[in-house]
C-alpha cells in the first residue's frame, strides 16, 4: 500500500520515503537559460501559462521567478498559489509582495480541500496534527536564522520544555523541520514565517529571542579564543554556519537598545570577521556598537582593537591609529594586560602601514603585556609583526626575529599566524637573494591561509610567491599570481593590496619592457595612494620611481606626456577589469 502523509503512519513494516521540495536554481541564476531547467522553475512557468496564456520565463523575469521558487522553498503548493496570480502581477511584482505569503498565496482551487487552497490553510492543518509541546517548541524555532545545532535548539526552544531532543525529532518527522547537514536542521523559510507569527501571538517572542541573543553571544565569545588556535579551522566552520543567527542576534540587541550585548557580541566576532574577509559588514556593526554609549572601558576597548584591524584592512589607516590609541588608553585604565596588548597591536599595526616608526616600541610593549597575561597567541602575532617590522627597517637580528616568530607560531597553533610568519621568512630570503627558498616558504603560507580562508593573508602570500618567480624570470607565472592577487583584493575591498597588485605588475610589465603599460599602472596606483592616503615604504618607492622613470625615458617625452593624459581618465574598476578581462 502506498500511502502519502506529512509524518510516518509508523505501522509495522512501514518504509518511510521523503519526497523533498522541487529542486531549486542557485541564487546567482539570471537568465531564463540559468533558470528555466529546474523543476521549480517549470512548475511556476506551466502554472502562470493557465491564468496567462501569454506568460513565458525570458532573461528579464527570470530573475524574479527564481527568488520567488527559493524564498518559497521549492514546495509545489507555494509555487502553484504564487503563480496563480500571475495573472494580475508580474513576477517582479509578485516577488515584492512575498514577506506577506499568507496574505497573498490565497488563490488555490474551489474543487481543492480547504488545507489546499491557501498556504496559510495548508500549515494549519500540519500544525494542528502537534500536540501542545511539539507547538510551543516549533513556534520558538522560529528565532533562527537560516539553520541551527541541537545545542542551540535545546538552549532557545527547549527552554523548560521536557526531553527537546524528542521534540526535534518529531518536528522532522512530521516536515515541520529538516535536516540540512551533519546535526544541523532548520526551518523552511515560510514555515519560520508562519512560526514567528505564532510566537509574536503567544507573549513569548521577547523571552526567545533573549534566549537567542545571549546563546550566540555566549558561543561567540567562547569561539573567539577557539579561532585563535590549533581548532582554528574547526571552529571557523562552525562560526560560519552561523553567521545568520549571529546578525539576526545583532539586529535585534541594536533594535530593543541593549548595546552591552551587541558591542560583546560585535566584539566577540572582529577576529572570525577579519578572517572571514567580511570587512565592510564588520564595520558597519562595529561602528554602530561604538555609538552605543554606556559601555564599559574593556567591552568599548575590545569593540575598538576589532574595529581598528578591520578599516586597516579596508586603508582607512588614520581611523585605525585612532581606534588603537583610545583602544589603549581604555585599556590601561582597565588594568587588562591582555586588552592592552591586544589595543597595542592594533595601533602598531596602524602605524606601521603609515610608516610610523612608532610601531616597533608599540609592539614590543603588546609584547610585554602579552606574556604577562600568558597569552601564546597574542605573544605569536606580535612576535611576527614586530620582525616584519624589523625586516622593513633593516634591523641586524631581523632575520633572527623572523625564525624565533615563525617557532612561536607554530607553536600557538594558529594556521593564519603561521602564514604571515612564513611571509616574513619569505621576504627575508628574498632580500639575500635565496629564491628558492622564498618560493617554498611563500607557497607555505599561500596553502595555510587558503586552508582557512583567510582571503587578505592569501593575498600576501600570493604578492610574495609573484615576487619569487619574477626573480626568477618566471614573469607570466609571477603575472598570473599577480592577477589573482588582484582580483582577491579588489573583492573584498582591500586598497592598500589592490594597489600593491597594480605596482606588482608594472615590475613584471617593466621587465617586459611594456613601457607603456608601467606608466599606466603606477599612475593608476599612485593616484589611489593619494586618496587613501595609503604610503609606500620608502624602498619600494625608490624601485617604483626609478622603473618609472626608465618607462618614460624609453617611450620618449611626447609619448610620455600622451600616456600620462591617457592615464588621467582611467578609473581603477575600469582598470582591473580591463586587466582581469585580458589576463594582463
Known amino acids: 500500500m502506498l500511502a502519502t502523509s506529512r509524518r510516518p503512519l509508523r505501522i509495522s513494516g512501514e518504509i518511510a520515503w521523503p519526497v523533498p521540495p522541487l529542486a531549486l536554481p542557485p541564487p546567482q541564476a539570471r537568465t531564463a537559460r540559468e533558470a528555466g531547467a529546474f523543476p521549480a522553475v517549470g512548475l511556476f512557468e506551466d502554472r502562470a501559462a493557465r491564468v496567462r496564456p501569454d506568460f513565458e520565463l525570458t532573461d528579464r523575469n527570470a530573475e524574479d521567478v527564481s527568488a520567488i521558487c527559493l524564498a518559497l522553498d521549492g514546495l ?10 500571475a495573472d494580475v502581477l508580474t513576477p517582479a511584482a509578485i516577488r515584492a509582495r512575498l514577506q506577506n505569503r499568507f496574505d497573498l498565496l490565497v488563490e488555490g482551487g474551489r474543487d481543492l480541500a480547504l488545507r489546499q487552497q491557501t498556504l496559510r490553510a495548508a500549515i494549519d492543518w500540519s500544525f494542528a496534527l502537534l500536540d501542545d509541546r511539539q507547538r510551543r517548541f516549533f513556534e ?26 524528542g521534540l526535534l525529532a518529531a518536528l522532522v518527522r512530521q516536515s515541520m523541520a529538516v535536516v540540512v547537514g551533519d546535526d544541523r536542521y532548520r526551518l523552511l523559510d515560510t514555515l519560520s514565517a508562519y512560526a514567528n507569527e505564532l510566537l509574536d501571538q503567544s507573549g513569548e517572542a521577547p523571552d526567545t529571542r533573549r534566549r537567542h541573543a545571549d546563546f550566540y553571544r555566549a558561543r561567540a565569545e567562547v569561539a573567539e579564543a577557539q579561532v585563535r588556535g590549533p581548532e582554528q579551522g574547526p571552529w571557523l566552520a562552525s562560526l560560519r554556519a552561523d553567521i545568520a543567527n549571529f546578525r539576526a542576534a545583532l539586529d535585534w ?16 566576532l572582529a577576529w572570525f570577521w577579519t578572517l572571514s574577509g567580511m570587512l565592510d559588514e564588520a564595520i558597519q556593526y562595529h561602528e554602530r556598537a561604538l555609538a552605543t554609549p554606556g559601555l564599559s572601558q574593556l567591552v568599548r576597548a575590545r569593540v575598538l582593537w576589532g574595529f581598528g584591524l578591520l578599516v586597516a584592512s579596508l586603508g582607512q589607516l588614520e581611523r585605525a591609529r585612532a581606534a588603537g590609541a583610545e583602544s589603549v588608553v581604555l585599556a590601561r585604565e582597565g588594568g587588562d594586560d591582555q586588552a592592552i596588548g591586544l589595543a597595542l597591536n592594533t595601533l602598531a599595526v596602524a602605524q606601521w602601514a603609515l610608516g610610523d616608526p612608532e610601531a616597533a ?32 627597517a633593516g634591523e ?33 630570503d628574498l632580500f639575500l637573494g635565496d629564491i628558492d627558498a622564498a618560493a617554498a616558504a611563500a607557497r ?5 591561509q587558503e586552508s582557512i580562508g583567510y582571503t587578505e593573508g592569501v593575498v600576501a602570500a600570493l604578492h610574495l610567491l ?14 598570473g599570481l599577480h592577477l589573482r592577487a588582484l582580483e582577491l583584493a579588489a573583492r573584498i575591498g582591500h586598497a592598500a593590496a589592490t594597489c600593491e597588485a597594480l605596482e606588482d605588475l608594472a615590475r613584471i610589465a617593466a621587465a617586459e619592457a611594456a613601457h607603456g603599460q608601467v606608466i599606466r599602472l603606477l599612475a593608476v596606483a599612485r593616484r589611489e595612494r593619494g586618496r587613501r592616503n595609503l604610503p609606500l615604504r620608502v624602498p619600494d618607492q625608490r624601485s617604483l620611481e626609478a622603473i618609472e622613470r626608465d618607462a618614460r625615458d624609453a617611450l620618449g617625452s611626447p609619448l610620455a606626456v ?18 582581469l578581462g585580458s589576463g594582463r
Open 76 to 85: 509545489p503548493l507555494a509555487i502553484e498559489l504564487a503563480a496563480a496570480r
Open 140 to 165: 520558538r524555532l522560529g528565532v533562527f536564522a537560516g539553520s541551527f545545532d541541537l545545542d542551540a535548539a535545546v538552549a532557545v526552544a527547549g527552554h523548560e520544555l521536557p526531553d527537546p531532543l
Open 253 to 268: 540587541a541594536f533594535a530593543t537598545g541593549d548595546g552591552p550585548t551587541a558591542a560583546r557580541l560585535a566584539g566577540a
Open 361 to 392: 616600541a608599540s609592539h614590543d610593549e603588546a609584547l610585554r603585556r602579552f606574556r604577562a597575561a600568558g597569552d601564546l597567541w597574542g605573544e605569536a602575532v606580535c612576535s611576527v609583526l614586530r620582525a616584519r617590522t624589523a625586516l622593513d
Open 396 to 428: 641586524p637580528d631581523a632575520r633572527s626575529m623572523t625564525g624565533s616568530a615563525l617557532a612561536a607560531a607554530r607553536a600557538c597553533g594558529d594556521r593564519h599566524v603561521v602564514g604571515i610568519a612564513l611571509e616574513q621568512a619569505a621576504r627575508a
Open 444 to 448: 607555505e603560507a599561500l596553502a595555510a
Open 466 to 479: 609573484g615576487e619569487s618567480h619574477g626573480a626568477a624570470g618566471r614573469f607570466a607565472d609571477a603575472r
Open 562 to 579: 600622451q600616456q600620462r593624459s591617457d592615464v588621467e581618465t582611467v578609473g581603477l574598476d575600469d582598470l582591473i577589469a580591463e586587466l
